[in-house]
């Protein structure tokens, strides 16, 4: 059972208009939310992150956008770059117990930005 | 500041044999964790350690194990290797066990043959 899903493989933006990627969660009992970047060849990046307190958080050209009730997050990215194309991971997390806790990602989203 | 090392970078092997592979965190990191990536399945939480001590696993087969040192370095274990087993291999690590942000490392590509 995936808890975390993005059901998009792939989406296509052209240069300076706005890439929407959407995650859609099943465990309500996940209390922070994140997305990574990952380009070929290496390791995921930490883009930006989301507390379940809120529902926005904002760096840069990056925003994050939360609806708990609809247990869907989205990310924002304005204006889009060529050098925003990558694939994009959501992930979950909840206190596993003891202070410990695990990540829980979707599969990807690969955003390609056409100049 | 160094980021998160893993070794090695590629290996291929068989069926049945075994593999370990390392990680080697942020200085003053304690907790690592391991991921495992296909194109498939996405990537799938393997186990966390902290200051020598697993304190979360994945629903993976008791053939996947790791530890971590006093260092805070980790290795993973994979025994009896199945053509199933070939995906990337990616080390995280945190300051503290319960942090949200992970420092991903490069990862270890297996092929099993």
């Known amino acids: 059972d995936q808890q975390v899903k993005q059901n998009s493989p792939s989406l296509s933006v052209q240069e300076g208009r706005i890439s929407i990627l959407n995650c859609d969660y099943t465990?309500?009992?996940?209390?922070?939310f994140l997305w990574y970047k990952k380009y070929p060849a290496e390791g995921p990046t930490f883009l930006i992150s989301?507390?379940?307190?809120?529902d926005k958080n904002e760096d840069g050209r990056f925003t994050v956008f939360l609806n708990k009730s609809a247990k869907h997050l989205s990310l924002h990215i304005v204006p889009s770059q060529p050098g925003d194309s990558a694939v994009y991971f959501c992930?979950?997390?909840?206190?596993?117990?003891?202070?410990?806790?695990?990540?829980?990602f979707g599969k990807g989203t690969k955003l390609s930005v056409i100049p | 500041k160094a980021g998160v090392t893993q070794t090695p970078r590629y290996l291929i092997k068989t069926r049945g044999q075994q593999v370990t592979l390392s990680c080697s965190p942020i200085?003053?990191?304690?907790?690592v964790s391991w991921y495992q990536q296909t194109p498939g399945q996405g990537l799938q939480f393997l186990f966390e350690?902290?200051?020598?001590?697993?304190?979360n696993k994945g629903n993976f087969p008791g053939r996947f194990s790791g530890r971590q040192f006093s260092n805070s370095r980790s290795e993973m274990n994979v025994s009896t290797l199945e053509l199933g087993d070939s995906a990337l291999y990616l080390c995280?690590?945190?300051?503290?066990?319960?942090?949200?942000?992970?420092?991903f490392g490069e990862g270890s590509r297996l092929t099993v043959l």
């Open positions: 465990n309500s009992m996940f209390d922070y």
């Open positions: 992930a979950a997390s909840v206190n596993s117990g003891a202070g410990s806790y695990q990540l829980t």
């Open positions: 200085s003053g990191h304690r907790s």
């Open positions: 989301i507390s379940s307190i809120k």
């Open positions: 350690y902290f200051s020598e001590t697993q304190r």
């Open positions: 995280a690590s945190s300051l503290r066990s319960g942090a949200g942000e992970l420092f």
